[in-house]
């Protein structure tokens, strides 16, 4: 367990280091495509959400207005 712990520390130090020598407008780049991953994420969520609820809403627009006017679609 120390020795998980040590090398945890070991890599956060070199890690650490590592970050502070690269270029600003690396870090910006990774602070950019962080912030648009998250941003596609968000709206990944949203378009799935839309998808179903569109289903199921045109599903019982659909079950409505069959009931309604059932008299139409059905001729005797």
Request: proline fraction near 1%; hydrophobic fraction near 50%; include cysteine.
């Amino acid at each position: 367990m120390l020795e998980t712990l040590r090398c945890t520390d070991d890599m956060r130090i070199i890690g650490g280091s590592q970050k502070a020598a690269t270029p600003q407008f690396l870090l910006t780049f990774h602070a950019i495509s962080n912030s648009a991953r998250s941003v596609q994420i968000i709206l990944a969520f949203i378009f799935n959400f839309l998808k179903k609820t569109t289903f199921y809403l045109s599903f019982f627009a659909i079950s409505f207005f069959y009931e309604k006017f059932e008299n139409i679609f059905i001729t005797e």
